[in-house]
T-cell receptor
Framework: AQSVTQLDSQVPVFEEAPVELRCNYSSSVSVYLFWYVQYPNQGLQLLLKYLSGSTLVKGINGFEAEFNKSQTSFHLRKPSVHISDTAEYFCAVGNQAGTALIFGKGTTLSVSS | GAVVSQHPSWVICKSGTSVKIECRSLDFQATTMFWYRQFPKQSLMLMATSNEGSKATYEQGVEKDKFLINHASLTLSTLTVTSAHPEDSSFYIC????????????FGPGTRLTVL
């Protein structure tokens, strides 16, 4: 069985500061990992995904994540956040890109000036 | 990227009535669609998987007779909440993919259901 743990439920940060949102997963098979962002009362927008290849994945809006197999982690980072990055972020795992995903509980990123 | 739409975006209904939510893939043929449910401040939980032309596969604990899913065409899946009750109030999100399980899935914008 697969599972996802997002270690921080809330992350407050000041504008232009760096941020890291942590995600750990467990799986007995090969994994595909995703980060999604959800703005209030909206659906999910894909930030980035790891399917194979380079462990450093770059996504939209300046976000990137690194797949670390030995630590079973897929942490999301951004070197300088904006107010507009305030949202809910979900880490998800699937055993293939198009199968149903298992989501973490989400991390609320709050960016203030 | 591919676009998935949902209709309506929000709906309010009285307890005991039924509500139908549509999920459409606008620019690709969706062989498989997934229905998720999200409670306030919580994560998404998979409700069911539907393949075009087949009966949906429901997750454990999801009532098949209450949440009717139909995937009659390659661009449309519907979720009908029958005899809705206040505890069914939630955010329902669908996702869709074409081709095989290696293809990326795309999420709809969600439907907010409030049952009075």
């Amino acid at each position: 069985a697969q599972s996802v743990t997002q270690l921080d439920s809330q992350v407050p940060v000041f504008e232009e500061a760096p941020v890291e949102l942590r995600c750990n997963y467990s799986s007995s098979v090969s994994v595909y990992l995703f980060w999604y962002v959800q703005y209030p009362n909206q659906g999910l927008q894909l930030l980035l995904k790891y399917l194979s290849g380079s462990t450093l994945v770059k996504g939209i809006n300046g976000f990137e994540a690194e797949f670390n197999k030995s630590q079973t982690s897929f942490h999301l980072r951004k070197p300088s956040v904006h107010i507009s990055d305030t949202a809910e972020y979900f880490c998800a795992v699937g055993n293939q890109a198009g199968t149903a995903l298992i989501f973490g509980k989400g991390t609320t990123l709050s960016v203030s000036s | 990227g591919a676009v998935v739409s949902q209709h309506p975006s929000w709906v309010i209904c009285k307890s005991g009535t039924s509500v139908k939510i549509e999920c459409r893939s606008l620019d690709f043929q969706a062989t498989t669609m997934f229905w998720y449910r999200q409670f306030p401040k919580q994560s998404l939980m998979l409700m069911a998987t539907s393949n075009e032309g087949s009966k949906a596969t429901y997750e454990q604990g999801v009532e098949k007779d209450k949440f009717l899913i139909n995937h009659a065409s390659l661009t449309l899946s519907t979720l009908t909440v029958t005899s809705a009750h206040p505890e069914d109030s939630s955010f329902y999100i669908c996702s869709a993919r074409g081709g095989t399980a290696t293809d990326t899935q795309y999420f709809g914008p969600g439907t907010r259901l409030t049952v009075l």
